[in-house]
């Protein structure tokens, strides 16, 4: 009777926090977006589990000798698990459609306005009382405009590992809600005309180009901002394995297993952070609000910028295409392709807004290194 | 010596039961537990066909935007009045 | 010349001890038992060449800076190679028999018996002048009887480290021997007719149901023995990857180079720990009797409880499934199926002994929980 | 601290401003360079097809020896010559 | 403004040194041989994207807290990452040639005289001022000879940590120049009637040989010289993992995934060791024209020995195979084939080049042991 | 120094001699132990072929139980009489 009692007090309901039991709601609302609703299922389902495990009383998941406090020290302290997977993005990202219309590189310059005017937001917000965000804080909710979940994991756990959670949740949660944040916008911005252009088909890119284009990235980013060189020196190294042919073996593994198994324990990692005292927060609200400004923003300014451009090409710009440069690779190109449908039932602009697409993972990337050098 | 090993006896013993015991306990309220999921079940009807959800991955998150954010916020507030 | 004195020196010849040369040949033997016998070879083959390899002097494979001391403080110290063999297991398992047929969760409930009582067994062989088991000692061994590597390995790293290699190697060979161990008892349980009887077929599970099936596994667990939470979180995490269908490429992954990778890892570092100090001993002795008796006794209590289910159900339930609830998966429940053949040509019990086999293998995970309560 | 906040957010201002010059600097840089890569590739001309390549892996690595070995030769000379 | 002035203040431009920029072209001559001359990519292009990496000013990819650091703390400095490749190699290794025809060992064997000559040849261009090699140094260089990646990257990372780089990329760009490299050597010691000799087809090998063969070399290496069994033991673990046939799962992963992954960050973490302080000294220059001179005498002794063993023997045996004995496996064996066909288009080498080929892994293994024996 | 390296340069002439005799020595040996191999595998006479194997894992594990740990109990009572 005695050892059922002992049983009893290491059962959890003796020790369960209200906060815990919060907290597991939210790793079950997580686990249901992924499994019922399919957003983003590949991290937020990890990341949703591992918000579980770690809240759960007496177990110790992310106390010293823990198996989620191992994994987050590894992966995430040191930054390897952020860089592997960009790697493996790398090699999973095709630039053809970028290198053959290089001008879509402004699309995915413009979006990051969202990003830099979240900052500008969350320093604002500091004005409603129970908010205090310094510039650090500021940049890494920020770059949730980036809509690019690594990067902000990135440097989130530079800037501010206490937010890291939140932002990751908000990233992967905003960049599941692309399809319903994003139309809207797109089409207050433009007119029914506009989005029924259609564009002139991309040349093709020689398997040449595709080579040395990550090496060009890569120099320009070792000379002008070093301090992005994680971010896009692991980014070009997973596309140069891709592109050069002769590493074929690698580049599978890199795309596949590496990123799965990466995948598996990097959710978790940020799943453990997801804990009461650091979620259940005003910050957590702000994070949550600012997330959305910051795409909407990013979106908006990606397709003034399109409009802009369309204004001085002599090639028909369809300025649906500007709201791919906020990354959020593939959805928001497919979202493009989408809206531009509705409009034109022969407008296909999955090729044309893949440019800014990727070109938006390279912004956010070098936004990335931008606030790391100015902030870091 | 011989004392001890009485007494690791009756500790191993008393083991024996209380674990016995809660392995049933815990294994019976699973039992239990798969019966609700499939009343659940039932009453939830006829699932979406494996088929459909392959089809059409991520294909149209509608409209929870505002259910999942604001589910959030409301654990958020919630906690917080309560822990003021 | 005198460079070949020091390579001489160098040699392994002038320092072999007489207990290295035989811990040689019990890695040897489990590399037979293996690869002629097919005894588990997965774990078996690295587990006897990591002993090979632990034992060699000079060579240094176990001490600080060698390759085994590395994998071993990594792996088993920490309690992550156990937890990933087991959410690979959660991925490879389905849980559908079980879901069709519930009331097996009480056969895979009564073969734990065989873990408690030889608890009670390795306590009373203290009698026996030379043993000395404490209470954790008898519970790490009592593990074997719970017929599941991973969960023994996690037990025996957390109780009793020094006893690892020898409670692994029963638990690895035990599970092997099955079809040696379980087909007497289960004849002598039971009556000709009772093994012929056919069981009805079991229902359709729906998809949904085996997705909410993991979480209330694991829920429950959290409520009531998060002790095993390690455990039983990691094998749900698997099961849910698989069953949610949203993940595939991460539950490909778990099932397949994740855990082949952490099984090599695992069985060296297993093996490392089978020097001559802390294997040849009585107390191996006594684990690998414990470890037998603990399968028999675990296989006649599943049997009988499945008796005495038997009178009181309406549906007929042949006896012999009872075996199956001892877990080692899927061996045990092959061997009720090849058991009921014999005596009934037309009785493919295959599917009916999956549900209490896979009931075994979270009766042995609760039994470990609650033996890390009890006694950790 | 509401002057903090004013200073803070001056500075946020700044990094507005920086950032997205920098960002629009830094990418227009790199479609200058896809630009020259795409003249570099043109006067290269046709490259050996993927066919052949693959159809010849580590087929004729030939001269390139010499050329290899003397200049990481050069370079270290080089740079031994310059850091005496 | 000011904001400006720190960006371009964290710029690489304002610091650059020279050394960096030429350790920088260095990595884009690795990559240039990798991507464009096919030499040995799988290791030439990590080892070139590293090389570009370390050597970015205010990046920190090699100091504490870098992402380089991590991976060559973890995988070089404990030496695990080479013996997971070595073993991966063994998993990849067919024996059968050489178990048909054990005399090749004798051409393994004499072609690691390229090894020992070596090391007097380093410690004779002490005799140059400038040169101050120890015999640690000179080993590890030595082992250049070897032909064989993971074995010099592993005996460089016990004895001349310094040097690891260097030696390293001599060693695969001389594996990759094996064709440019060996041809003249072969034919200015064999007349145009030995290359044109034909020999016996090789006896079929059982299974049962195969699976006892690694076991055997393993025993071997134990009893005589336990400072090779880190190398030799995790080879022939991998081996005896392919030939068992009972563990098919593992050996796949360790010939594919696992072998990948370890392949991205060892070259990686080789190409760390390429910083301007380390790889632009008059050393380098040593190690490159030594490791030339390595493999011109391993492959001589080999020729000269199979010369010798053609006079002894009842079969007849083309001295062009010896040499392959000093491995660089498949690369080595190709070459002595396309050579004997040039002399006789009827004569087909390959698979009699297979067993010195291998045999010379087997000997620079042995060879690393007795340098860590005697000098380590 | 010249006198150092005269010194350096012996010991590698004798590493030279040393290393290849044992590396002849041990390839030589293992020579022998395929002829043994060999040898062995003629007397145990033709294995059971692969297919079959294949065809069935795992299949009969028979008797070999009680070897199995009584060869084990055999060694660590072997051990333990002589390490008393
Ligand atoms: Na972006
Ligand atoms: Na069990
Ligand atoms: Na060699």
Not at chain 1, 6 to 21: K, M, P, R, V
Request: charge should be neutral.
């Amino acid at each position: 009777m005695e050892k059922l009692a002992i049983l009893w007090d290491s059962t959890a309901l003796a020790h369960f926090e209200t906060g815990q039991i919060v907290m597991m709601l939210v790793g079950f609302l997580l686990l249901y977006l992924a499994i019922v609703r399919k957003f983003e299922p590949l991290l937020l389902l990890p990341i949703g589990f591992g918000a579980l495990l770690t809240n759960i009383p007496l177990a110790g998941f992310s106390e010293a000798g823990g198996l989620l406090y191992y994994v987050y020290k590894v992966g995430i302290d040191t930054g390897v698990f952020p860089l592997l997977i960009f790697m493996g993005v790398g090699a999973l990202t095709d630039f053809g459609a970028l290198i053959a219309n290089p001008r879509m590189l402004l699309l995915g310059a413009a979006a990051q306005f969202g990003i830099f005017a979240t900052l500008f937001g969350a320093i604002a917000l500091n004005y409603i009382p129970g908010f205090e965000f310094t510039l650090k804080d500021a940049s890494a909710i920020a770059i949730i405009g980036g809509a690019d979940g690594p990067t902000a994991i990135f440097l989130a756990s530079k800037l501010a590992p206490e937010l890291l959670g939140a932002i990751a949740v908000a990233a992967y949660s905003y960049m599941a809600l692309v399809p319903i944040i994003q139309p809207p916008i797109m089409k207050a911005l433009t007119t029914q005309q506009e989005r029924e252009i259609e564009m002139l088909q991309l040349r093709e890119v020689s398997r040449r180009e595709k080579i040395i284009f990550p090496l060009a990235v890569l120099l320009l980013t070792i000379l002008f901002l070093p301090t992005a060189t994680p971010l896009v020196g692991m980014f070009c190294l997973g596309n140069l394995m891709r592109e050069s042919g002769v590493v074929d073996r690698l580049s599978n593994t890199a795309q596949n297993e590496l990123i799965n198994i990466v995948t598996i324990f990097l959710g978790l990692a940020v799943g453990s952070k997801l804990s009461a005292d650091k979620f259940l927060t005003l910050e957590t609200l702000g994070i949550l609000g600012l997330g959305a400004v910051a795409f909407a923003i990013g979106t908006a300014a990606g397709v003034l910028m399109a409009k802009l451009m369309a204004r001085f090409s002599s090639n028909p710009i369809n300025p649906l295409i500007g709201a791919a440069g906020v990354s959020a690779v593939p959805m928001a190109a497919r979202v493009v392709n989408k809206v531009g449908l509705q409009a034109n039932p022969h407008n296909f602009l999955l090729m044309h807004a893949m440019g800014p697409n990727v070109a938006g993972v390279l912004g956010s990337a070098v936004a990335a290194g931008i606030l790391l050098a100015l902030v870091g | 010596m011989q004392q001890d090993i009485g007494q690791l006896l009756i500790e191993a013993a008393t083991l024996l039961v209380a674990g016995m015991t809660f392995v049933f306990l815990f294994l019976t309220l699973l039992i239990g537990a798969i019966h609700v999921i499939a009343w659940i079940n039932q009453r939830l009807g006829a699932e979406p066909t494996i088929e459909h959800a392959v089809a059409a991955p991520a294909a149209n998150p509608t409209e929870p935007s505002q259910g999942v954010i604001s589910a959030i916020s409301a654990a958020v507030h919630q906690y917080r009045k309560q822990h003021r």
